[in-house]
């Protein structure tokens, strides 16, 4: 079994920003790409942010110069510093990750259960 759990949502006034963890935890052999994901009220989920386990990254052009992703592997931990926030980044935000299981169980992707970032003044 494997659990990501994220932290660090709340709210915040436009300009302010905010540091989202993503903690991986289980039968984890290691972890490929990481992401963060967001989704607002009447709107589908979207990619904000990915990274490799070497790096690697991409984001949405609505946050590039904005948001920074990063991952600690030995820490199994992802994270999206999340700077100059306008209310339009309003939603939850979800994190995943493709995870290669322990006892020969295969790989498979697990999402968080989410956190709520509200950006209002």
């Known amino acids: 079994q494997v659990q990501l759990v994220e932290s660090g949502g709340g709210l915040v006034q436009p300009g302010g920003s905010l540091r989202l963890s993503c903690a991986a935890s289980g039968s984890i052999v290691s972890i490929n790409a990481m992401g963060w994901y967001r989704q607002a009220p009447g709107k589908q989920r979207e990619l904000v942010a990915a990274i490799t386990s070497g790096g690697s990254t991409n984001y949405a052009d609505s946050v590039k110069g904005r948001f920074t992703i990063s991952r600690d592997n030995a820490k199994n931990t992802m994270y999206l510093q999340m700077n100059s926030l306008k209310p339009e980044d309003t939603a939850v935000y979800y994190c995943?990750?493709?995870?290669?299981?322990?006892?020969?169980?295969?790989?498979?992707?697990?999402w968080g259960q989410g956190t709520q970032v509200t950006v209002s003044s």
């Open positions: 995943n990750a493709d995870v290669v299981r322990s006892f020969n169980s295969g790989r498979a992707r697990y």
